[in-house]
């Protein structure tokens, strides 16, 4: 009996075997590699997090975005040159504004919009103040 075919055989496929285990640890090598790069990536994106966290306390707030009238602004300016509370009627003096209900319920409505939008605050019934 002539065992040389199957030796031949056996042959061929440890060399294939041997081919694919050099093939894998290739990739692998590669993979591990690609993965420290991750790995590395990962943790400087967590301390990036965690710096932008702390310093997010330091920043000042973004002007909130205001309604689209011209009297908003011009409201806003009447309480930063204010040193104390204001009443919707105070505002539309400032504002040179006729002292008419209308215009008094209309000023109030707007310096309550501005409570909302966290810009003003309401001290007491119908006085309003500049947020701090």
């Known amino acids: ?6 030796l031949d055989a056996l042959g061929i496929q440890e060399e294939a075997a041997r081919a694919l285990s050099d093939d894998l640890r290739t990739q692998i090598t590669e993979l591990q ?5 991750a790995e590395t990536h990962l943790e400087h994106l967590a301390i990036t997090r965690k710096t932008v966290t702390a310093l997010a306390d ?6 909130p975005d205001l309604p689209e009238h011209p009297d908003y602004p011009r409201i806003l300016a009447v309480f930063n040159e204010a040193t104390g509370p204001l009443r919707a009627r105070e505002v539309c003096e400032a504002l040179d504004h006729e002292l008419l209900p209308k215009n ?6 707007k310096l309550k919009r501005l409570v909302k939008l ?3 605050t309401e001290v007491d019934a119908g006085s309003f103040t500049r947020k701090q």
């Open 104 to 109: 008094i319920e209309g000023t109030r409505a």
């Open 1 to 6: 009996m002539n065992i040389q075919p199957l």
């Open 33 to 37: 590699a690609r993965l420290q790069e």
């Open 118 to 120: 966290d810009v003003l």
């Open 58 to 63: 330091r920043l000042p707030a973004a002007p």
